[in-house]
């Protein structure tokens, strides 16, 4: 059977209009994605398996090519509430976008506007839901909450390992009131770079300044701290999703180093209404300057002398720091992974992610004393990007 056609944005609005008027939907998944066929299905299983009649899925697609349109059309008729809309419909192109953070955030943004719900959750498109999850966070939304954080465990990609059982390590839910944003800003900021942490009132969205975070492939972030969240901000202990974590192919990118050195710092360090102090509790406002960071960027095959080409010749000044960064971005990879490895087991075991990344680096140590019967680039885990949507950049997991 044919999927359903998606719905052009610009067909959108007035239906929007009469849905709100007569829903009672609660609830909104939204879905920004692109070219994730094999994973959207598990996704939407998790999600379909537990929804209510207060649940809806709203998905903009910025223009995908593979079989994300048919996986869909297949859940469409398990589950009336989902709604799918095109962005290559709306600008009659059907040629492949290219990702980027700009494509991720501007869907991201319109999932909310065509949304009904009360509340949004930000969902990723390769994640899942744990079971009692969507039961969980309606309970929350009965609060009124402007916003609601939803802790998460991480896995492998292929799903088949613990990296962390917790990202958020909680005992107990924690409620913060708005005089508190300072406290949830230096609690909460690093793990919000995972997008599908944020529920948010639908409203307060919509209220907010959004022009200035597209691009930045943070969107939520610009949206949840450009000032203090009125009302009160509910952080729940309970890990209610489950990361896919995993691909070395995006994390050996210029794109990386990029997000991380820059995109990152630059937004944190935007927000006018925290002090320095709780913004170095977030990340350096330069984080590129010091050489143990761009030592372990070293280590997972994320900086060389491309990267130091690209952002760090113009930007250091004394001939000193050109030269010790120069040295690490030349310096022999598998001494690097080395010594990050050792760093790990004698370190107090930082989150696994961090001992997974250094596995999969290019210069993982270890691989030299290894006889491979197969590319060490094609384990299931690494069929999942670094974000676990390298393709829309929409999800960060450090």
């Known amino acids: 059977m044919p999927s359903p056609p998606a719905t052009s944005l610009a067909d959108a609005n007035g239906r929007n209009q009469l849905l709100k008027k007569n829903s009672k939907i609660k609830l909104s998944f939204c879905i920004p994605t692109l070219n994730r066929g094999p994973f959207l299905g598990t996704t939407l299983e998790s999600i379909v398996s537990q929804a209510t009649d207060e649940v809806e899925i709203v998905i903009v697609d910025g223009g995908s090519t593979d079989s994300t349109q048919e996986v869909i059309g297949q859940f469409q008729q398990r589950f009336a509430s989902l709604r799918y809309f095109r962005e290559d419909v709306e600008r009659g192109d059907f040629s492949p976008q ?64 613990v990296l962390e059982p917790a990202r958020l390590h909680l005992t107990a839910d924690r409620a913060y009131k708005s005089t508190e944003s300072q406290c949830l800003f230096t609690d909460v900021c690093n793990y919000l770079s995972f997008v599908g942490s944020v529920v948010i009132k639908r409203e307060l969205w919509i209220a907010r300044q959004k022009e200035q975070y597209i691009g930045t492939g943070f969107i939520h972030v610009g949206m949840v701290f450009q000032s203090p969240v009125p009302g ?52 350096p406002k330069e984080p590129w300057r010091h050489n143990r960071t761009l030592l372990l960027f070293r280590a997972i095959g994320a900086f060389s002398s491309t990267e130091y080409s690209n952002f760090l010749a113009k930007r250091l000044n004394s001939r000193w720091d050109k030269f010790a960064a120069r040295l690490i971005a030349s310096f022999p990879g598998s001494i690097a992974n080395l010594i990050g490895v050792a760093y790990y087991y004698l ?15 290019p210069f ?35």
């Open 347 to 361: 370190s107090g075991r930082p989150p696994g992610q961090f001992l997974l990344d250094l596995v999969k680096s």
């Open 98 to 161: 290219t990702p980027s953070s700009v494509g991720f955030d501007r869907d991201c943004d319109r999932a909310v506007e065509l949304a009904v719900g009360e509340y949004c959750w930000l969902f990723t498109d390769d994640d899942l839901l744990r079971p009692g999850a969507v039961q969980t966070v309606l309970e929350a939304t009965r609060q009124q909450c402007g916003l609601i954080v939803v802790n998460a465990e991480v896995r492998s990609g292929d799903l088949s390992k």
């Open 232 to 283: 009160k901000t509910l952080v729940i202990a309970q890990p209610l999703v489950t990361i896919r974590y995993g691909d070395a192919l995006y994390m050996r990118s210029s794109r990386y180093f990029e997000i991380w050195m820059f995109a990152w710092p630059n937004l944190i360090w935007s927000f006018p209404h925290y002090s320095d102090l709780a913004k170095r509790q977030v990340c």
């Open 364 to 398: 993982y140590f270890a691989r030299a004393f290894n006889r491979p019967t197969t590319s060490p680039e094609k384990s299931p885990s690494e069929l999942v990007p670094i974000s676990g949507n390298a393709s829309r950049e929409s999800k960060r997991v450090r």
